[in-house]
Structures are given as C-alpha cells and as structure tokens.
C-alpha cells in the first residue's frame, strides 16, 4: 500500500500537547478502514511498545496514555491521528504509525517521528 508517513514530533514541554498524524495516500478504502491502526512508540534501550489502536470495531489504549492520548481516523483523507495531551518525559520516544492487514497478516510500518519531552 505505498509507504507510511508520519509527521508532528517535536520538542514539547512537560504538559504540553502533539498531534501526530499517519499518511497513506493510495491506500484504497475498503483496506484502510476494514484494517487496525496503531501507535507505536520505541524509547532508546527499551522495546517497543504498542501505544494505541484503532479498528472498525474497536479503539484501546495503553494503560499509561489513557486518559490523554486519542487515536482516531479520516477515512476521506486516508489519515490516522495520535493526539497526545499533558505530555510526560516518560513519553519521549519514537512513535510510529502501524498497519495490519488481517486477511494477510501484514504488517507495514512507518519510519518513525521523534517526540521529545522536556522537564
């Protein structure tokens, strides 16, 4: 489905806010809505780890960003968004943005986008 392309990381200040945002322009449709969407996010030294999530059925969250992360998605401009809220220096890491393609088991990737919080 083409390459995915994340954007929106930066540097933030401890409480401060992002939105990251999950291009994938020719993606056709029925694929980008009848699939699961994540977050992920990779800190140097630790794995990485799922942040958010998003399918037709369903949206979940990690335990440490419930409450003020939200995933969502536009199915016109073929986009998935990470809102991130009262940021935290634990939240620094790269996030990136994640497909699966159930009928096949894919899975694709984005390159990654660098959030960096300060205290």
């Known amino acids: 489905q083409g390459q995915l392309v994340e954007s929106g990381g930066g540097l933030v200040q401890a409480g401060g806010s992002l939105r990251l945002s999950c291009t994938a322009s020719?993606?056709?449709?029925?694929?980008?809505?009848?699939?699961?969407w994540a977050w992920y996010r990779q800190a140097p030294g630790k794995q990485r780890e799922l942040v958010a999530s998003?399918?037709?059925?369903?949206?979940n969250y990690a335990d440490s960003v419930k409450g003020r992360f939200t995933i969502s998605r536009d199915s016109t401009r073929k986009m998935v968004y990470l809102q991130m809220n009262a940021l935290r220096s634990e939240d620094t890491a790269a996030y990136y943005c994640?497909?699966?393609?159930?009928?096949?088991?894919?899975?694709?990737w984005g390159q990654g986008t660098q959030v960096t919080v300060s205290s």
């Open positions: 994640y497909l699966r393609i159930h009928s096949t088991n894919a899975d694709h």
């Open positions: 020719r993606i056709i449709t029925s694929v980008f809505n009848g699939n699961t």
């Open positions: 998003i399918s037709s059925s369903s949206t």
